[in-house]
């Protein structure tokens, strides 16, 4: 067995591969471990205390930190299943169990394989993991199978530039969907892979409910309850649609068939989608994550979950104080500023919870090209009022 | 044991459940036999005859009587598997195997299960036969992914209804497509599926190429080429596209974006789609196997694959003479009077395989109108020289 080392993530101890703490590129073979992945195994033992449920499927279990952190560190006694193909990476895993006195299961099996046996009512797991490299596309179908009415499926993508426009082809092949490479591609990529997986589920007559999702360092994550049958994934369905950021002078909007055609300035433009335009929070869970995230001192978790609070308020999109101004031709403001004055005109604001920069409000364009300018004026770097929508 | 009876079917010797000889509808218990589906089974011979590979997978076999005709009556080896999770019926499937003195597999296993075992290359079948009770949907990830490179999977749907528009929000949901209810549905619901079948294919990174396709009585079949990798999935989503027919004035086309306004007549209309506007067969597969179902005297399945010679020449849609009659308002004609008439004019027609009724042909919607209205005219129908293009 390569060299190992005793590590101690959130209050659990884990054995992993040596060199993956002191290389920037986590090495893969003999097994994978990625330190900086710690937040998304954080967001996953707050989200797994938050909601019912006391089975949990790791279906890629790699060296087991997720498995072993969950089963480890809920206050609720949790049934653990870590599947790996690698045998190597498994016996690391069951390693760490003992390190923390866990019982669990191990199988050495592929994840599919594994996913497909359980399609009885009563092999079904309350939650199913699938954090693979790559894209999860070819695991949603057996994760949605084998998780059970009411439970949750979690969901990594690490191929972040497809879903966010860099390669349109590859998302249309892998999603059904086209990408925009453009000022929210992260919050359009998680609403893509959502909808992928709410039409994969949805052919098999089950519905999804995200309840959470982030975008951090180079991945994305969603998570999604299962709700089963027909009836729930025809209601999944009426979330579908297509989200459109027009190019020439950044309106935005969603809408359930694709627009050509820019509501602001009449230019022609692309929508994005179809992709999940409804609610990607269930914000009870979101709270009750966050309180447990706080509890337990899981740090980047807790970050990451405080951006989300709130969320559920704002349409599918945000805006790029940066691309208004220059639309307008003026020069560019503070978000902060912009933010507040739409605030203080009566709108909800936030930041954009999945990218760098921008906002989100329920404003229209037109209130936000106004703030815009109005902030501009007011700094005395727009000598002349300015149309508020740009042409 | 329930009783059994022995037939021949084909060549070959099948134990059956007695009550599916004697009643209309064949029991589902505690097995199925469908004796109507032995033209199903004839052109699966005659298909796994006419093409290359030697092992057959039946993942949803029953008693077994595909999959033991298929190691019956080829002309070389072949290793068939058959997979059931009803043990009575494997057993029927392993006695009708050695009344024929053949060595098959039997595997008790749920189809999906079985099918995502096989993941690996080593491990995979030449050919993967569906056959399930409803949509096929929720097997094809499973079929294409235990399906080797070059291989054929087939697929039965007895969704019919749901394929040909009479639930279209139950295709949107497990299709992923509009279909429509119009004079050429069966093939629409073919191409739907294919698409389906092109989709989930894809996101795996596997194209198909359809070899043959059939609709009798209440279901549809296609036969699909598994060709591995990015490239000839990207090659086959370049098939993806529409159908519309006009509800007003008869004419149809094929696009790859959906058509909202009708060419002919400026009507608004609704496109059925996304499907496949490719090729639904491989004319030297289609001409193989009918030289062996001839041979063999598989006389349903002749006819069947007789009917789809040829069939690659043309757009994929067909015209119903009715329709155009009655938007020219001329009484109605005859179908070989204008198919005569529109050959004579030099272009190529053919019955509409897919359908009771309806031809195929490469000539414009104006040069069909005309040919209708022409042999109106000449019958004495018509008194007037009409418009040939209805308004």
Same mark, same amino acid.
Request: glycine fraction near 8%.
């Given at each position: $067995?390569?060299?190992?080392?005793?590590?101690?993530?959130?209050?659990?101890?884990?054995?992993?591969?040596?060199?993956?703490?002191?290389?920037?590129?986590?090495?893969?073979?003999?097994?994978?471990?990625?330190? @900086?992945?710690?937040?998304?195994?954080?967001?996953?033992?707050?989200?797994?205390?938050?909601?019912?449920?006391?089975?949990?499927?790791?279906?890629?279990?790699?060296?087991?930190?997720?498995?072993?952190?969950? @089963?480890?560190?809920?206050?609720?006694? $949790?049934? &653990?299943? $870590?599947?790996?193909?690698?045998?190597?990476?498994?016996?690391?895993?069951?390693?760490?169990?003992?390190?923390?006195?866990?019982?669990?299961?191990?199988?050495?099996?592929?994840?599919?394989?594994?996913?497909?046996?359980?399609?009885?009512?009563?092999? *079904?797991?309350?939650?199913?993991?699938?954090?693979?490299? #790559?894209?999860?596309?070819? /695991?949603?179908?057996?994760?949605?199978?084998?998780?059970?009415?009411?439970?949750?499926?979690?969901?990594?993508?690490?191929?972040?530039?497809?879903?966010?426009?860099? /390669? =349109?082809?590859?998302? #249309?092949?892998?999603?059904?969907?086209?990408?925009?490479?453009?000022?929210?591609? +992260?919050?359009?990529?998680?609403?893509?892979?959502?909808?992928?997986?709410?039409?994969?589920?949805?052919?098999?007559?089950?519905?999804?409910?995200?309840?959470?999702? +982030?975008?951090?360092? +180079?991945?994305?994550?969603?998570?999604?309850?299962?709700?089963?049958?027909?009836?729930?994934?025809?209601?999944?369905?009426?979330?579908?649609?297509?989200?459109?950021?027009?190019?020439?002078?950044?309106?935005?909007?969603?809408?359930?068939?694709? $627009?050509?055609?820019?509501?602001?300035?009449?230019?022609?433009?692309?929508?994005?989608?179809?992709?999940?335009?409804?609610?990607?929070?269930?914000?009870?869970?979101?709270?009750?994550?966050?309180?447990?995230?706080?509890?337990?001192?899981?740090?980047?978790?807790?970050?990451?979950?405080?951006?989300?609070?709130?969320?559920? !308020?704002?349409? =599918?999109?945000? /805006?790029? &104080?940066?691309?208004?101004?220059?639309?307008?031709? &003026?020069?560019?403001?503070?978000?902060?500023?912009?933010?507040?004055?739409?605030?203080?005109?009566? /709108?909800?604001?936030?930041?954009?919870?999945?990218? *760098?920069? #921008?906002?989100?409000?329920?404003?229209? !364009?037109?209130?936000?090209?106004?703030?815009?300018?109005?902030?501009?004026?007011?700094?005395?770097?727009? *000598?002349?009022?300015? +149309?508020?929508? =740009?042409?």
């Amino acid at each position: $067995m390569s060299s190992l080392r005793r590590i101690v993530e959130g209050r659990t101890t884990l054995f992993v591969p040596a060199a993956s703490l002191t290389r920037s590129e986590p090495p893969t073979t003999p097994f994978f471990f990625n330190p @900086a992945a710690s937040v998304n195994r954080d967001i996953s033992v707050a989200i797994s205390e938050a909601v019912r449920g006391v089975t949990f499927c790791d279906s890629l279990a790699g060296v087991g930190a997720r498995g072993v952190r969950v @089963a480890n560190e809920l206050s609720r006694r $949790m049934d &653990v299943t $870590m599947v790996d193909f690698n045998s190597s990476a498994l016996r690391v895993a069951q390693r760490s169990a003992r390190a923390n006195s866990l019982r669990c299961d191990f199988v050495k099996s592929e994840a599919n394989t594994f996913l497909f046996s359980r399609f009885r009512r009563d092999s *079904k797991f309350d939650f199913v993991e699938i954090d693979p490299f #790559g894209t999860p596309v070819p /695991y949603i179908q057996g994760a949605f199978g084998a998780a059970a009415d009411g439970g949750v499926v979690s969901l990594t993508s690490t191929d972040t530039a497809v879903l966010c426009g860099v /390669y =349109p082809e590859v998302c #249309g092949r892998r999603y059904s969907s086209l990408p925009l490479k453009n000022e929210f591609k +992260h919050e359009t990529a998680l609403r893509i892979l959502l909808n992928a997986c709410r039409r994969i589920a949805g052919m098999n007559d089950i519905g999804i409910e995200p309840i959470a999702a +982030h975008s951090t360092r +180079h991945y994305l994550r969603v998570y999604a309850r299962v709700r089963a049958g027909a009836a729930q994934a025809d209601r999944s369905r009426a979330q579908e649609g297509f989200i459109s950021s027009c190019e020439r002078c950044g309106e935005r909007g969603a809408s359930s068939l694709p $627009m050509v055609k820019c509501d602001g300035c009449g230019a022609g433009i692309l929508s994005a989608g179809p992709l999940w335009i409804g609610p990607l929070t269930d914000p009870r869970v979101v709270s009750a994550a966050l309180n447990v995230s706080r509890r337990c001192n899981l740090g980047g978790g807790a970050k990451a979950l405080d951006a989300l609070l709130g969320v559920e !308020y704002f349409p =599918p999109f945000s /805006y790029s &104080v940066e691309r208004i101004s220059s639309a307008l031709r &003026v020069p560019g403001v503070s978000q902060s500023q912009v933010m507040g004055r739409l605030a203080s005109n009566g /709108y909800r604001v936030m930041k954009q919870p999945f990218e *760098k920069t #921008g906002f989100k409000t329920e404003a229209t !364009y037109g209130a936000v090209a106004e703030a815009v300018s109005a902030v501009s004026r007011d700094a005395g770097l727009e *000598k002349a009022p300015l +149309h508020a929508r =740009p042409t």
